[in-house]
Structures are given as C-alpha cells and as structure tokens.
C-alpha cells in the first residue's frame, strides 16, 4: 500500500517492499524526440525559405546591362534583329539613299558583301543558320529581295521596291516569306511557291514550321492573317477597323498591331487566334515588333506624356524597358525595342538630345535563387551533422 501522507511530503517511500521516488530530480531522457522535433522545425523553415526566394525571384523584374552599339560603330549603323546565337543584324550608311548590310558579334561588325560586287543592299532579319534576308538596288530603282547564304548574296527572284521590299521574314532554316503578286510565298533554296489565300494579302513572318503571319488587304484598310499550311485564319479583332500580324514565334503566337474602333493603335498579341492588348504606358497608343519562344514581346507604347517608350511584356505585364536597366541607360528615354531572341536579348534605340543609338540589351543573370538554395542546403546540411552527433 503507498503512504498518502508520505507521498504529498515527497519522501522516498516503500510500496510493495521497493523504494520510490513520487518526485524524481532526474527526468527520462527525452533528447532523440526533441531532437527530431527540432530537425522537423528546421527543414519546415528551410523550405519555406527555398519557396519563399524562389517565388520572390520569379515575379522580379528582369534586369539588364546594355552595349552601346552606336558608340562603338558609329552613328551610320542601324541594327534591326538579332538570332538566338546573339548576332546581331543591321546596315551602315553609305551616302543618302544607299546602305550595305552587316553582322555584329562579340563585338566584331563585319560589312557583308555587295550586290554583284557593286550594288549595296540593306538587311531585314537573320536566321539562326546566318542567313540574312535584305533587298537592294540594281542602281536603276529596282529592288530586289536577297539572301546572304554561306559567303554569298543571292538574288532570290523577288522584285520590289525601296518601300516595300516584297520580302519580309525569314525563319532559322533560310526560309523566305513575303509578297508576290498579291498572294504570299515561301522561297528555299531556289524554288518560289504560292501560297492559296485571299487576294491582296502577304506575310511578314515565318516561323521553322512554315506557319506564316501578315495581312490580307479588304478595300484599304489591312486585316491581320495567319496560314497554316493551305489554310488561312482571319485575326482581325472586332473591336478594330484595321490590324497587322508583323512576328511569329514556333508557338504559332503573333504579334502586331490593331486600331480600335473607338481610337488608338493597340500592340497585339494573338494566342491560339484570340487578341490580347498588350496595354501602354498611359499614352493609349502601342505597337508589338516581335515576339520569342518563351512568349516575350517587345516594342513601343506611349506614355502619359505622348512620348514612345520601349517595352519588354511577359506573362501578361509590360515593363519599360529603362526600368530594366541595371543603374539606367543614361538616356532620356530608351524609344523603341525592335527584336527579342530565345536568351532575351533585345534590340533598342536609346535617344538622348542627339541622334539614336542602337543597343543590345543583355540579360543579367539573376542570382537570388542560387543564393536560396545555397543557404537553404547550407541550414539543411548543418542540421543533420548535428541530429547525428
């Protein structure tokens, strides 16, 4: 029997012919459950740090540094594109009315060849391939459309003029599209094919599966198309009186532009054939010049004070380009962003109370989530060193 009296006073006690203790100054060892119970709270917090960084990164803003192609090559170059291997494509002034294409890389600008030897052109777009897509002058007002293949300009057959070159877009397999006698085409390696569409319609982009984009023209005003193959959709918005498809990407995704009925030039973005306006800057006025791979758009808005300024546009918001600078640009204003490639790399013109420069905008690598899980695997990697020991 156990002592009441004697087990409130907390003496040690007989019960059953054993001594006990009502009040142990030694508890059970509890220490390998507090321990896991600590390492459950530690990873909890690690992960929640890891996700936290991680998220934080993604919704950032992207930044970029910036090369000063005008500065470096002079006030006669004009860039117009660049591929994803990070060539750049553009044409140097050679007098008033001539201009001879070129390509810059890694810092290098190379003058490609004349026309003939004698007859200057000037550049449209680059593939991933080299290929560049120009026009030039046989010096008697007749244009013609050029590709630049392998050391050599060949004159693919298509005639123009100074304002409208007939070919437009070329994809990264030196593939060719335009405007042919009123229908579009596809021009490879030497053959011109037609392609069926309504009358008065032409294409300003081809992406590597021959889709095309551009516009069919209806009394005056031009209507934003797309071809698949022998099929052609209307992407005309109904909320407009006119529109124009400029860009394509290998999603089938165009870009471009559209007038509202109600007012103003509205930058476009067509997925799956449906328009999405890409916003402004408060000028109510944009225009979308390309688009990537990864749905990155870029081109022009207005701003509240009717000024253009470039913008970068991603998963469904528009950033100035300026904002993205790291440090600025030390322009005035960063006016128009004419070509994005695969690695986000743009394409600007910076002005600033003097003429235009061209720039190369280069993706800053972004370090917060290396840095994250640096420190998140780093918590980890210690807690478990001291759960064992």
Same mark, same amino acid.
């Given at each position: 029997m156990l002592d009441h009296e004697a087990f409130c006073s907390g003496q040690t006690l007989m019960m059953d012919g054993k001594l006990i203790n009502p009040f142990p100054t030694k508890l059970p060892k509890i220490g390998a459950i507090s321990r896991a119970a600590r390492y459950s709270v530690?990873?909890?917090?690690?992960?929640?740090?890891?996700?936290?960084?991680?998220?934080a990164a993604a919704?950032?803003?992207?930044?970029?540094?910036f090369v000063d192609l005008t500065k470096q090559f002079g006030e006669e170059l004009t860039a117009v594109d660049i591929n994803n291997n990070g060539v750049v494509v553009g044409h140097m002034r050679l007098n008033a009315s001539q201009?001879?294409?070129?390509? %810059?890389?890694?810092?290098?600008?190379?003058?490609?060849?004349?026309?003939?030897? %004698?007859?200057?052109?000037y550049a449209i777009g680059i593939g991933d391939n080299g290929d560049v897509l120009g026009a030039g002058t046989l010096g008697t007002g007749t244009y013609?459309?050029?590709?630049?293949?392998?050391?050599?300009?060949?004159? %693919?057959?298509?005639?123009?003029?100074?304002?409208?070159?007939?070919?437009?877009? %070329?994809?990264?397999?030196?593939?060719?599209?335009?405007g042919l006698n009123g229908t579009p085409f596809i021009w490879e390696n030497g053959v011109t094919t037609s392609l069926p569409g309504p009358p008065s319609s032409f294409a300003h982009a081809i992406n590597d599966s021959q889709?095309?984009?551009?516009?069919?023209?209806?009394?005056?005003?031009?209507?934003?198309?797309?071809?698949?193959?022998e099929m052609h959709f209307d992407l005309h918005p109904a909320w407009a009186w006119r529109s124009e498809a400029e860009a394509l990407n290998n999603m089938g995704e165009a870009v471009g532009y559209a007038y509202r009925l109600t007012g103003g030039q509205r930058g476009v973005l067509w997925r799956s054939g449906k328009p999405i306006d890409l916003g402004d800057f408060g000028g109510g006025q944009s225009r979308a010049y390309d688009i990537n791979d990864l749905s990155q758009v870029v081109g022009w808005a207005t701003n509240s004070g009717g000024f253009d300024e470039a913008f970068f546009w991603e998963s469904g918001a528009m950033h100035r380009v300026e904002d993205l600078i790291a440090g600025g640009s030390g322009f005035q204003i960063v006016g128009r962003a004419f070509a994005v490639n695969n690695s986000s790399q743009l394409v600007t013109i910076g002005f600033g109370g003097?003429?235009?420069?061209?720039?190369?905008?280069?993706?800053?690598?972004?370090?917060?989530?290396?840095?994250?899980?640096?420190v998140g695997l780093t918590i980890l990697a210690f807690s478990r060193h001291r759960r064992r020991g």
């Open positions: 530690v990873m909890r917090f690690v992960i929640g740090i890891v996700v936290a960084g991680l998220a919704a950032a803003q992207p930044q970029y540094e201009d001879q294409a070129c390509t %810059i890389q890694n810092g290098k600008l190379t003058m490609l060849p004349m026309y003939q030897g %004698i007859h200057p052109w013609r459309s050029i590709v630049y293949r392998n050391g050599k300009v060949i004159d %693919i057959g298509i005639p123009g003029t100074q304002e409208n070159p007939s070919s437009f877009g %070329i994809n990264n397999l030196g593939q060719v599209t335009g889709q095309l984009a551009g516009l069919r023209v209806e009394g005056v005003n031009p209507f934003a198309t797309f071809w698949d193959g003097g003429p235009g420069h061209y720039l190369v905008l280069n993706p800053v690598p972004e370090p917060a989530p290396f840095i994250v899980m640096t």
